[in-house]
């Protein structure tokens, strides 16, 4: 069974740098069957796609943060991650990972997810 | 990116159907048919429960159904039960090659 898992700090200040990493156990990221995806949910707020990545080094970012996203792939440890500059308090939010498939919308496999606040 | 367009609440009866719409443009809903569907439950990550319009995951209740028109998708629920209470999400690839969400329903059970 996939399992995803995400980590990082609870807690960031104005200005700086949001880095999450997401442990994927129980299947390889190293895949052309699949895209490796961040999304998030401010507190209260709909969901909002960040952008994903995928084994051939094809990324794509949601317009609006794509400025200040940058995601990468560690298949060594299993592992994709998510670097967010510049943050502010609108950048706090329940930050999600999952698996999506190549050639189709299905997300289905998702990380319990983690509180990202922004604040100094 | 513009969200895509979903009305904030819906409810009904338990046993009754209600059906939640999703409308973009041409250049997202309208053009593809990657559409998914997501429910979440309070304090809970998203669950897939439609893929490409009309496809249900294994393990998905078949009371649980997609369709798209134009440029408007639409799940419908049948059978409406206390357990169907949550947050209903739509999602879409789109011309830029990324993907845009829906604004959410919550869907109330009477």
């Known amino acids: 069974q996939l399992q995803l898992q995400e980590s990082g700090p609870g807690l960031v200040k104005p200005s700086e740098t949001l880095s999450l990493t997401c442990t994927v156990s129980g299947g390889s990221i190293s895949s052309t069957n699949y895209y490796w995806v961040w999304i998030r949910q401010p507190p209260g707020k709909g969901l909002e796609w960040i952008g994903n990545?995928?084994?051939?080094?094809?990324?794509a970012y949601n317009p609006s943060l794509k400025s200040r996203v940058t995601m990468s792939a560690d298949t060594s440890q299993n592992q994709f991650s998510l670097n967010l500059r510049s943050v502010t308090a609108a950048d706090t939010a329940v930050y999600y990972c999952?698996?999506?498939?190549?050639?189709?919308?299905?997300?289905?496999?998702w990380g319990q997810g983690t509180l990202v606040t922004v604040s100094s | 990116q513009s969200a895509l367009t979903q009305p904030a609440s819906v409810s009904g009866s338990p046993g009754q159907s209600i059906t939640i719409s999703c409308t973009g443009t041409?250049?997202?809903?309208?053009?593809?048919?990657?559409v998914s569907w997501y429910q979440q439950h309070p304090g809970k990550a998203p669950k897939l429960m439609i893929y490409d319009v009309s496809n249900r995951p294994s393990g998905v209740s078949n009371r649980f159904s997609g369709s798209k028109s134009g440029n408007t998708a639409s799940l419908t629920i049948s059978g409406l039960q206390a357990e169907d209470e949550a947050d209903y999400y739509c999602n879409s690839y789109t011309s830029s090659s990324t993907w845009v969400f829906g604004g959410g329903t919550k869907v109330t059970v009477l």
């Open positions: 990545i995928h084994d051939s080094g094809s990324n």
């Open positions: 041409s250049s997202d809903v309208g053009g593809y048919n990657y």
């Open positions: 999952a698996r999506r498939n190549y050639g189709s919308g299905r997300c289905d496999y």
